[in-house]
């Protein structure tokens, strides 16, 4: 059973930066687009960036110019680089993976932009 694990949330101040991590637990076959999603209370769960196995990206207009993500395929890992955090980047993130032929989510990670 593939599991995704998911790591780097916390509490950080108005302008700091965050770096999440996620990678699947369990014998993995091919891992497509992996992406991470947040929602925040009282909202839906939106997506903030995605990556494709040949390193296409793409953002949320929100995140743009602040928010990186990459991959590392080696080990099946994605990462979500965070910086210039505002409060309204306060949620639980998710990541989300398409792995053989469904898609696998982690449990999320909680970030909050406080000072």
């Known amino acids: 059973q593939v599991q995704l694990v998911e790591s780097g949330g916390g509490l950080v101040q108005p302008g700091g930066s965050l770096r999440l991590s996620c990678a699947p637990s369990?014998?993995?076959?091919?891992?497509?687009?992996m992406a991470w999603y947040r929602q925040a209370p009282g909202k839906q769960r939106v997506l903030v960036a995605a990556?494709?196995?040949?390193?296409?990206?793409n953002y949320a207009d929100s995140v743009k110019g602040r928010f990186t993500i990459s991959r590392d395929n080696a080990k099946n890992t994605v990462y979500l680089q965070m910086n210039s955090l505002k409060p309204e980047d306060t949620a639980v993130y998710y990541c989300?993976?398409?792995?053989?032929?469904?898609?696998?989510w982690g449990q999320g990670t909680q970030v909050t932009v406080s000072s």
């Open positions: 369990g014998s993995t076959r091919s891992i497509y687009t």
């Open positions: 990556i494709t196995e040949s390193m296409n990206t």
């Open positions: 989300k993976a398409y792995i053989g032929i469904r898609d696998y």
